[in-house]
């Protein structure tokens, strides 16, 4: 029966488009979960807007996003599937959960400290960020939005009552002051309408994508990414660019992180006996990068070209688009709507 199933909820911020990382990070997941769960996956815009997009690309990112959820395997018919914006029900629980969030709390983020630095452009990391923040009284980069960012991210999770959150590492704190949210609430309102949403992994680790440039993960602001949409030609020539070292001088040397990272990439994308037959060449001294990523990139295609065809099928069918929003919006407002009623008359909020 459906309302036995485990609600799964998350989403991807609008901005840019989506990579390996996304991939293997986030969206594979997603799809292996649709079968078994009530799963809610949702474009998030709002987000987008507290790094202020171009207004004018906003959309498209969007619908970007949409088409890369749906070419990569995301299924209408057995997922909700819905753009946050389209939901208002979330605007009104955000400043309504806002009440319950302290300022100091916010300010401690690691990802608003992360923004806040390079807006102002300060490099230290303690104390010092704070009397930044405050003191610059104009800096718009470092706005109120971004600042309760974690709040609207709870509310995206708490108005489904979700139970699993699938994400990346780098979002584990968000989902921490989430249940913090919900307890906070239910606390203060002495009541135990907000469950706790957990993260979800297969297996027991997160799947770490690393990046092309040597260090570190795969990430959009990185610029060392390797994109779902990227053709054949732009791909092979990222991969043949990326960062490695001088190579093993004597048998059984250890491997240096940009060496590595190609290694983890090609675990994700090849088989085990080519995986191996590098990791052998490299322990007797004949391994030669350039075949080593001739073959990364040949791997890496076979997983990205057709998705690459579907997402530009997708991309150009505005009508298919329109459509599984639409619908996505409604199932979403129904429980949006039920969440919010209840969260209005628990807080005291009566309608005459
Ligand atoms: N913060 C997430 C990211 O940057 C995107 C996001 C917004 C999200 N709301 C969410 C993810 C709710 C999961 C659940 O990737």
Known sequence: MEKEKKIVLSGIRATGNL????????????????????????????????????????????????????????????????????IPEISEMYLLMNMHVGIGELMRTASFKDKA?????????????????????????????????????????????????????????????????????????????FGEPVNFNFGDHAIKVPGLDGSGKM?????????????????????????????????????????????????????PDVVKHYRDAYADCSIRYGDLKKQLAEDILKVTLPIRERILDIRNNDEYLSRVVREGAERTREYAARTLADVREIMGIKKF
Do not use: W
């Not at 906003?58 to 890369?68: F, G, Q, S, Y």
């Not at 980069?141 to 990346?168: C, E, K, Q, S």
């Open 219 to 271: 990430g959009k602001s990185e610029g060392n990414c390797i994109y779902l949409i990227d053709d054949e030609k732009t791909l092979r020539k990222k991969v043949m660019r990326a960062v490695t070292d001088e190579g093993p001088k004597e048998p059984n040397s250890p491997v240096s992180e940009p060496v590595n990272n190609l290694f983890t990439l090609m675990e994700l994308v090849s088989e």
């Open 117 to 193: 630095r390079k807006a102002l452009g300060i490099h230290s990391d303690s104390d010092e960020i704070e009397k930044e923040i405050i003191g610059n009284q104009t800096n718009q980069r470092v706005n109120a939005g971004l600042l309760t960012y974690p709040t609207l991210m709870a509310v995206d999770i708490l108005i489904h009552h979700a139970d699993f959150v699938p994400v990346g590492k780098d979002q584990e704190q968000h989902l921490e002051l989430t249940r913090r949210f919900a307890r906070r609430f239910n606390s203060f309102y002495k009541t135990e309408y």
């Open 19 to 86: 990579h390996l990382g996304n991939y293997f990070g986030a969206l594979q997941k997603f799809v292996k979960m649709q079968n078994d769960y009530d799963c809610r996956y949702f474009v998030a815009d709002l987000h987008a807007l507290t790094t202020h997009p171009d207004p004018t690309k906003l959309h498209e990112n969007v619908k970007d996003i949409l088409a890369e959820y749906l070419a990569a395997g995301l299924d209408p018919e057995k997922n909700i599937i819905y753009v946050q914006s389209d």
